[in-house]
Each structure stands twice: as C-alpha cells, then as structure tokens.
C-alpha cells in the first residue's frame, strides 16, 4: 500500500521513517534503517506538568495530540495513502513490537469485508485499534486549527506556496518559503530608512511588493537574499485597504483608490529581466458612479487583472501589444458592496475564473463566480449560504488553480470556511465545512486565508493590531 509519511518532527521516529514508502508486510524496506515496518508516534490527549517541558505532535511530532480521545499511550500512525490500492476502502494491518513482544495476536474482527486474522482499517478515516482486541473504533476525519506563529505578523499575499506577512505600521515583513514536511524558512526583511510597510504586500515567485505611504517598494531574491530593486513613487495612497496591489511573475497591478472620488486609478508595470520597472497601462474606471474606491483591491494572473470598486468589478484582459481592455463587470445588487474578490486562470490552459463576494447591510450575500469561454465572460454560479440570508458569507474568496474556491462565512460570531470544487461542466459544489474543533484553536476575527492544499488551510487574524497565524488541518 503506498504511503508518505506525514509526520517527520519526532527525531527519533524520523530517521526510521525514511525510505519508508509502502504499508506492507515484508519487513524493512530498501534504504530505511531502525525499523522493521512503519514506525507510528506516541501520543497522549493531555501532557501533564509531571512529564516536564510540554510536547505535542504538532511541534515536536510526539505528545498532546487533538485527534487522540483516549488518553496517554496511544501510539499514531499519520500517513497519506493511495485509497485506490484498497479493497473498497479497506485494508489490513497488525503491530509488531520489535524488543518486545514480536507480533500482536490473532483476532477475530466483526463487519470486515472477508474472514482474518488482522485488524482492518479504513481509509481516509481516524481508526482506534487495541491490541490482540478485535475491538474497533472508526471516526470520520475533523479539522482541527493549531496556532503556528504568535510574532504579530498577519498573513496578506500569498503566490499559492511561498507567504508574505506584515503587520500594521512596522518596518519589517516575513517571507515564508515551505522546505518540507510541513516547515517554513522565515526571512524578516527590513524597510529602507523612512519607510513602513504599512499598506498592501503581495508575493510571486521570487519578487514581492510592498506599499508604503503613496510609494511601492519591489523586492526581489537572488543569491538567497531579499533587496529593494525599485520604488516606485506616487502609485498607492494610504487606504484601510490591504489588497490594493498585486504581482503575478513580472507584472505588477497597483490601485490607487482615493475617499474623494478623484484620481482613482490601478496602474500597470512590468519587471524587464535587467530588473528594470516599465510602466505598461493606467486604469481608469469605465464607469463615472464608481470611482471613488475603484482599485481597492486589484488580482493579477496569467493576461488578466481583476478590479474592485464598491458596487463594481471589471476583468481585464491584455493583448499581445500590452495594451489591457475591459472583459466583464460584474455589477452587484443595489444593496450589496464588494467585499472581497479572486482570479485564477485554472492550471495552464483552463478558462479564467473570477469570484466575487458581495455584502449587504441587511443579510444580502452571496459569491458570484464567472468563468471565461473563448473569451466570453459568463456568470456560471450565484453561491449563497448554506445557513439562512443573515450569516455573513464572503468574508473572504480565495481561489487556488487545481479548481477549489474557499470561502470565510460567519454566523454569530461562529466563524466556518466552505470550500467548492470546480466539477467537469464547471459547476461549483461545496466539498466542506470546515468548522472549528472544540479542542482546537481557530481564528476569530480572520484578516487572510490561504488553500495550501485541499486538507490545509493557513489564516490568520488580528487582534489588536497584533496577529496570529494558525494552520487549520484534516
């Protein structure tokens, strides 16, 4: 049965995970030293102060563990597996205690798919095994929220794998690049003299953007070093806005939105290869009773720009000549404002997709999701809550390119994410509800959300102009 290993933190447990890539019955595999199977880690539901400093799974890969109901002694196994090699979800195993009592017993374990001697399991699910008992126990999987990172920083752009976090007026942003097994590499940049990265941050690659005050600082890495390449003067404006810029590989978006109604614009560049800034477009509004927050939030990818307004947004697709023209707007009821939007261009060749969640006063949400054919912009699916007219759906949208659309929903003070995939006709259905665990940590007051993949995703929030990140799991 393939399987890769999920936790690699416990260092005694980790070098006999390697090169272990099979649940099997034949022992040590080529390459893995120190174990004659597949290792699990010891658990417990609660660490006592009489076993010394606190260790849990999730930092220390052994310890206090949220999906352990059972209490100390409960030995976990967590890997990814192939459920296609199984036999309609199921599959065998048994312990083996190596300096110690060899192979479990026999037993006999009922609603199993054929007669053995071993224990089933089942997979994708929590299974509770005692040993030599043919007792068994089988919980669908929860998600649970563990807090990661309590240094102030809040999460604000994200390429999809690399993060960038600020906090509100200081001089210095955190890069997050993922090493593996669940581990960040953390750089804290500095602001040149004079300057706070107080405004809009978005990352791509191996470049990133900064805004501060009415100026965007770019950033880019070589050598494994972060340095300001260009600022560009005069292109933002302080707003309570945080995604009023955007970078997608080398090209640039920066709103401009302005509370008087004048001099709103989003302005276009593009990073040459001699590391060079080129100024390719100025985006006015195509509408004069929507321009007072026109580029209050701004989302670049591939050839298309999307725009927020208050009651408007607009798509943006450039030609060959560089020059950008409107594609689609997307006009809210009268009661409802933008409050958060996204555009991905789903993998390399499938059609664009731009949500857009819209808010009212009154309990009027909903999340419009467009998709562009040949060209052609379409509305394909009006999302509302799954509660009633009153929770608060779309707090944020946030897309990823393998087809999956999260979104930030609340209903008295009860925060959820819903997460819809993207089917074959292009109908968006919700997959999840991810709700908060009650042994778990969850953000109250979420500022950014990030898919890092369908089972995990990493927001975080802010209090107190202070911020906290957490990593929300299955």
């Given amino acids: 049965m393939p399987i890769r290993h999920r936790n690699l933190l416990n260092a005694t447990t980790t070098p006999w995970k390697q090169a272990d890539r099979h649940l099997d019955w034949y022992g040590t595999e080529p390459g893995q030293v120190g174990a004659d199977g597949t290792p699990a880690d010891w658990t417990t539901n609660l660490w006592p102060t009489s076993f010394g400093p606190f260790r849990s799974v999730a930092v220390d890969g052994f310890g206090q563990e949220a999906l352990n109901l059972w209490g100390h002694h409960q030995w976990m196994l967590d890997v990814d597996m192939d459920c296609s090699k ?65 240094d102030g920083y809040r999460i604000i752009g994200s390429d999809g794998t690399k993060l960038i976090l600020g906090k509100a007026a200081s001089n210095t942003v955190q890069v997050w690049e993922p090493i593996s097994n669940g581990q960040w590499n953390k750089t804290t940049v500095t602001a040149p003299p004079n300057a706070n990265f107080d405004g809009a941050l978005d990352i791509s690659a191996d470049s990133f953007i900064a805004t501060s005050g009415t100026n965007t600082l770019v950033y880019k890495k070589a050598s494994g070093t972060w340095s300001l390449i260009s600022t560009l003067t005069g292109t933002s404006a302080p707003t309570p806005y945080h995604r009023h810029a955007s970078i997608d590989n080398r090209s640039i978006a920066i709103g401009r939105p302005t509370a008087l109604g004048v001099s709103a614009v989003v302005n276009v560049y593009n990073v040459l290869t001699s590391g060079a800034i080129a100024h390719e477009a100025t985006i006015t509004s195509p509408t004069s009773g929507d321009i007072a927050n026109f580029g209050k939030e701004v989302v670049l990818s591939g050839n298309y720009l999307a725009i927020a307004a208050d009651a408007s947004a607009y798509v943006y697709q450039r030609s060959a000549d560089g020059s950008w023209a409107l594609a689609q707007s997307v006009n809210t009821p009268s009661a409802q404002r933008i409050a958060s939007l996204d555009l991905k261009v789903m993998g390399s060749i499938g059609p664009a997709v731009l949500a857009v969640a819209a808010r009212g006063i009154s309990g009027e949400n909903a999340v419009y999701v467009h998709e562009s054919s040949n060209g052609v912009w379409s509305l394909v699916n009006t999302l509302t809550s799954p509660f009633d007219s009153w929770s608060s759906l779309g707090r944020q949208v946030s897309l990823d390119q393998n087809g999956y659309l999260s979104i930030i929903t609340e209903l008295f003070s009860q925060l959820q994410v819903n997460i819809y995939k993207r089917d074959g006709s292009g109908t968006w259905n919700i997959t999840e509800t991810v709700r908060p665990a009650v042994s778990g940590s969850w953000p109250r007051f979420p500022s950014h959300m990030v898919m890092i993949n369908p089972d995990t995703l990493l927001m975080s929030e802010t209090l107190a102009g202070s911020g906290v990140l957490f990593k929300i799991q299955k």
């Fill in 86 to 150: 199984t036999i309609n979800g199921w599959f065998e195993l048994k312990t083996f205690v190596r300096n110690g009592q060899g192979w479990e017993g026999d037993i006999s374990q009922r609603g199993t798919p054929y007669p053995s001697k071993n224990h089933f399991a089942r997979c994708g699910q929590i299974n509770k095994f005692t040993i030599n008992s043919s007792s068994a126990q089988f919980t669908d999987l929860k998600w649970n929220g563990i807090e990661v990172d309590r």
